[in-house]
């Protein structure tokens, strides 16, 4: 885990930055916007540690989390209009956010002994569910139920590296092309356009 | 609760379907649709685990849960057409299962020492909770809040399985007792278009 | 606790009612208000002990909670024209509830070897998230990330109670003085329309 803990607090630094400037872009307070911050960066995570039962949650007893997400509203503030046009490197940071957190939650779950297929939906929630919770408060449909392949990127990286566990267990490398596949996919889906067909009703 | 477990599953069953169909009709894609099913279906019984304490949650380590809700929710996307017409059979489907999730959720608090009013409130979170986490990620009003005595029945059910409970420990049946009224009285409710009267400001 | 826990039961009442209020300006019924009523009241302080891990929750095995719940929505209903026009009373009385619930929850979260920072962020938790669920549940953005110094008052007030805790440990009335300010911080913004200035892009 130690090697993986510098990682997760990049992906809580991306996360929370994608979180403050969704707040600022609903004409919220600078405090407003860092609450958002807040939510969008630890909520996935915490709502998968709720749902396995382990308590303390990682950021109660671990003030990094808390100084690192400070430091990253911070920073979006200061610096937001130069952020928001940035737009494609937001979506390469958001999608190595969203790939990281998707490997490391499946790798939590299936520590805790929950079965691959659990494991996987456990993975999807640490990686997304935040952005969700960031689009509920902010009273719109949540965007991972819309964009390009975003949450499907994540169950299907994180049944490769499921597949990868059973059958090759001694591998090395298997979180990482888990990760690959994610990106890989996900950053496609965007170039591209790909997406789901929308349902329509009476069709 | 071996005898429980089916029920369980056909009611998370009729949950995921009737979730499926709502994000169907939020033009959602496919797989936006399938996480509001599921959010639907085990919203509920999870939130009721959660403030009970009772953890690992009961579709953690049970498989069946998941399954269930991917059969259900492709079973509604494929006939979704076809379902939304059966309005009537719909009702009645749903109906039986907030009876019996709002029993069940009852009767596993109270094993757990709660006492008998917070049993049936635990009872209608059980129930109706995973329609409000729908509605609010659909950005709607929650229907529970609005629509004919739903959960309201829901904790007159309860309310008559607790005195069941309380002062004819020995009787057979309370269950089906508590289950039956929250159906006629639901059904009664809809049927006949009964519902409190709408608070109105200013009168 | 014993000293405090009078004081809880009253936060929890004016709680009560500001969410039924909230409901029945919202066209709900009154069994819906009474729904967001309870949200309201316990949502905070639930969500602080499920980030906690303190399990059961304070509201599960103790029923003064439901009671005063269900006796405060009772009289919000049925005096609801005359408690609305109180608006100054009002925001009197939130104002005592958040300023307790923060100091009571950044206390709690201390006990249990929080450190400070994340403490004070658990005392605001506590203090403002039954409002954010009411709003969100009401489909309207978090009145608590945009009115006057709302959040900010309390985690100002909780890091004076903090700082006290730390520098001078053995002085009386620490808790007091935390109070005090955020009930001042509020009350002055209220006043003066104090706020921090909206984030617009742009600019």
Not at 46 to 54: E, V
Not at 83 to 89: G, I, N, P, S, V
Not at 126 to 146: K, Q, T
Not at 156 to 166: E, H, M, N, T
């Amino acid at each position: 885990m130690d090697f993986v803990y510098p990682f997760d607090l990049v992906g809580t630094f991306f996360f929370a930055m994608s979180g403050t400037l969704a707040g600022a872009k609903k004409q919220l307070d600078a405090f407003g916007a860092l609450v958002i911050g807040f939510i969008t960066a630890i909520g996935g995570g915490t709502l998968r540690d709720i749902l396995l039962g382990k308590f303390p949650l990682f950021w109660i007893h671990n003030m990094h989390y808390v100084l690192i997400i400070l430091l990253s509203a911070g920073i979006s503030l200061l610096f937001r209009q130069r952020l928001q046009q940035l737009r494609k490197t937001f979506h390469l940071f958001d999608t190595l956010g969203i790939a990281l957190f998707a490997i490391l939650g499946t790798q939590k779950a299936l520590v805790m002994g929950v079965p691959p297929l659990v494991a996987a939906f456990l993975g999807m929630t640490s990686a997304v569910m935040g952005g969700l919770l960031r689009d509920v408060i902010c009273n719109e449909i949540p965007l991972i139920l819309r964009a390009e392949l975003y949450a499907t990127s994540c169950l299907v990286g994180s049944g490769v590296f499921l597949g990868l566990v059973y059958y090759f267990p001694s591998m090395p490398g298997k979180a990482l092309i888990g990760f690959s596949c994610i990106v890989a996919i996900r950053l496609l889906a965007i170039k591209y356009g790909l997406r789901f067909p929308q349902l329509r009703d009476g069709k």
